[in-house]
């Protein structure tokens, strides 16, 4: 029998107490966070332009 999925809810904590790491500094810590949305953020805007194009 097939199951079927209708909803799926994913939460994320990306503050300071999510790292584990509480020795590091707050400005160490957001720069490859920073990093990592610049990335999804230019790979989402490419999938919108493809879809886009004719």
């Given at each position: ?37 610049a ?16």
């Open positions: 029998m097939p199951i079927m999925i209708d909803e799926v809810v994913i939460t994320v904590e990306a503050g300071p107490a999510s790292t584990g790491h509480s020795g590091e500094a707050g400005s160490e810590a957001a720069a490859p966070r920073q990093d990592l949305v990335e999804c953020v230019e790979r989402v805007l490419e999938v919108l332009r493809q879809r886009q194009e004719p």
